[in-house]
């Protein structure tokens, strides 16, 4: 059964804004972490009841370096500028010469997590037009020195799949739903799963690794977010954690 938890938080404020006042700490999850052998942390967000369950709520609100989840931003900022024309058409307007991605679609290699083609997206985007939407919406410590230098916690990432989901983002609404399609990975009569999964290393070369997006059953959003000391299994652990939530049988 869902052990849920409110926080005291101004929903306008979800990335970063939190007052993690009464909240249970979901110790029940922390055998899933034990078993995959990683420290790290889970939070879960009922939209419809505004409730909360998390699992180690001090490291949720740590920052951590992006990696790759900074893909998603990378892929809105290529659809609101048309060097992406949508998530199907393969290839960049003003592809950078002789770029090895330049036939793969956004879909596939957002599936993937090809850091080819997202550093070639970003090469034909360039540094400041990047740079501009990371401080535009405030993207975690919003710096734009490259690698692990930007760093971003639990909260605010959660905070964000929130705001893309409902086109709270600074893009336009077309930007952000073919954003939101590039993110499906399961789309079945009982469930939507949208999510990414993405490892990368912070300052030291300790490993990150991280599983972020939304599941709806009925028509009902839940956001979450998975962040382990690892480099692997990330997806695997939360899909066990959100099928111990109740998820996946179209009934929460």
């Not at 967000?45 to 740590?62: M, S, V």
């Not at 909260?155 to 930007?175: A, S, Y």
């Not at 949208?194 to 599983?211: C, I, K, L």
């Amino acid at each position: 059964m869902m052990r849920k938890v409110l926080l005291m938080c101004a929903l306008a404020g979800l990335a970063g804004g939190c007052s993690l006042n009464n909240v249970d700490k979901a110790d029940y999850l922390k055998p899933y972490f034990d078993t995959a052998g990683v420290h790290g942390c889970f939070a879960l967000y009922d939209n419809g009841r505004n409730e909360f369950t998390i699992y180690n709520k001090d490291r949720y609100l740590q920052r951590f370096p992006a990696g790759g989840t900074l893909n998603i931003l990378t892929g809105l900022v290529g659809l609101e500028t048309g060097k992406v024309f949508d998530e199907k058409k393969a290839g960049f307007a003003g592809d950078a010469p002789g770029a090895d991605s330049a036939g793969e679609s956004l879909a596939d290699a957002f599936r993937t997590d090809d850091a080819a083609y997202f550093k070639t997206l970003a090469q034909v985007l360039g540094a400041d037009t990047i740079n501009n939407r990371i401080k535009a919406i405030s993207y975690g410590n919003m710096d734009t020195r490259g690698g692990a230098n930007l760093t971003i916690s639990p909260d605010e990432q959660l905070g964000l799949v929130k705001r893309l989901f409902f086109d709270q983002l600074p893009f336009q609404k077309r930007t952000q739903e073919v954003m939101r399609t590039v993110m499906e990975r399961e789309k079945t009569t009982l469930y939507t799963l949208a999510w990414t999964e993405n490892y990368t290393s912070d300052s030291t070369g300790h490993p990150v690794g991280w599983a972020l997006g939304w599941i709806e059953e009925r028509n009902h959003p839940y956001f979450f977010v998975l962040n382990i000391d690892g480099d692997k299994g990330a997806g695997v652990l939360m899909r066990k954690i959100l099928t111990q939530q109740g998820f996946f049988k179209g009934v929460m």
